[in-house]
């Protein structure tokens, strides 16, 4: 691979669990990077990589809910807001979920307030958008607060049980068995195991069944349509709406549920092109595209992660971005 960053990584075999950031020799300010290289460890639990920090085998660790709150107080707490949204995702090739009662019910069923605070903890925002808070703003009013809905994204027990019910009746149904797709980590399991229990409380008739698997299994079958409700997570490549908004059109490949709705598809277009050059009309055609989706429910928002860790107070110079690569690590060196 070819790279114009200041490190390069190696040892990435596209399956491992580790990896390394190594200085790039021909970078053009390499004058300016002061570390020779970054090792990465991937621990499925949080117990074992906080572990292995109190045994000085790693320099940062992110840190479970539990554990954040017996360490905020710790020199080395930080918490970072990200433009990281986890949503739910119907699968749109399945006949229960093309019924648009039935999702809107499943979205009504959900407390994200109880899921953000009491299940992931402080720092965590419950979503009001699939777009994520703070990401974006004009004239000072950001994205989620100009297209502002209830729609999709509360609880709201009084209509999600009569929902439930009249999609049950239109699809003929007395019930239904669902399998509720999801990563393998301390975090996801306790994510999938809310969203299990919300359900199976608030909409009478529905049994949830819970599939966690790996990171790499559960991304090759959401690629393949091979799931039924997914639990996803998008982070933004960059400070803009569409970042999110563009990844269910249709057709676009991370629109794993194969969702497809032509005025939005419209909405999108024109503002990626028409109105590309009118700032107020683009904003506006994404205020719209959002409610519409809202509206329609081809995936539920949970919750805006931001992340709890701790790192070494001797490490300076690292800087994080909320949108696109998390972290930059250029100037960032160990402090004698």
Same mark, same amino acid.
């Given at each position: 691979m070819v790279y114009d960053g200041p490190f390069k990584m190696t040892g990435w075999t596209g399956t491992n669990l580790s990896w390394t950031l190594a200085r790039n020799k021909n970078y053009w300010d390499k004058s300016h990077v002061k570390l020779d290289k970054i090792n990465f460890k991937v621990n499925k639990s949080t117990t074992t990589s906080y572990n292995l920090y109190q045994s000085k085998k790693l320099d940062q660790t992110?840190?479970?809910?539990?554990?954040?709150?017996? *360490?905020?107080?710790?020199?080395?707490?930080?918490? #970072?807001?990200? @433009?990281?949204?986890?949503?739910?995702?119907?699968?749109?090739?399945?006949?229960?979920?093309?019924?648009?009662?039935?999702?809107?019910?499943?979205?009504?069923?959900?407390?994200?307030?109880?899921l953000a605070k009491k299940?992931?903890?402080?720092?965590?925002?419950?979503?009001?958008?699939?777009v994520s808070s703070g990401l974006v703003q004009k004239d000072g009013t950001g994205f989620t607060t100009a297209a502002k809905t209830t729609v999709g994204v509360t609880l709201n027990k009084k209509k999600a049980a009569p929902l439930w019910k009249e999609g049950l009746q239109e699809l003929g149904e007395s019930g239904m068995t669902i399998t509720l797709l999801g990563d393998d980590t301390d975090a996801a399991k306790k994510i999938t195991e809310f969203i299990q229990?919300? *359900?199976?409380?608030?909409?009478?008739?529905?049994? #949830?069944?819970? @599939?966690?698997?790996?990171?790499?299994t559960r991304l090759a079958r959401a690629e393949k349509g091979q799931f039924e409700l997914l639990a996803n997570v998008w982070s933004a490549d960059f400070s803009d709406a569409i970042s999110f908004l563009d990844l269910f059109t249709t057709g676009n490949p991370y629109n794993n549920g194969k969702w497809s709705n032509a005025e939005y598809d419209k909405l999108i277009k024109v503002s990626k092109m028409t109105d590309a050059g009118n700032a107020d009309k683009r904003w506006d055609d994404m205020v719209k595209s959002y409610k519409l989706i809202n509206e329609e429910q081809p995936i539920v928002p949970l919750f805006q992660l931001n992340t709890q860790s701790l790192l070494r107070t001797n490490v300076k110079g690292v800087v994080h971005n909320t949108a696109g690569v998390s972290y930059n690590w250029k100037e960032a060196y160990i402090a004698k």
């Open positions: 992110i840190l479970s809910t539990e554990q954040a709150k017996q *360490l905020s107080n710790d020199p080395g707490y930080t918490i #970072v807001k990200e @433009a990281r949204t986890n949503y739910l995702e119907f699968n749109q090739t399945k006949k229960e979920f093309q019924n648009k009662k039935i999702r809107q019910a499943i979205g009504y069923a959900i407390d994200r307030d109880q299940v992931m903890g402080s720092g965590t925002l419950p979503s009001k958008s699939v229990s919300k *359900l199976e409380a608030n909409l009478p008739g529905i049994k #949830v069944e819970v @599939a966690n698997v790996p990171f790499k």
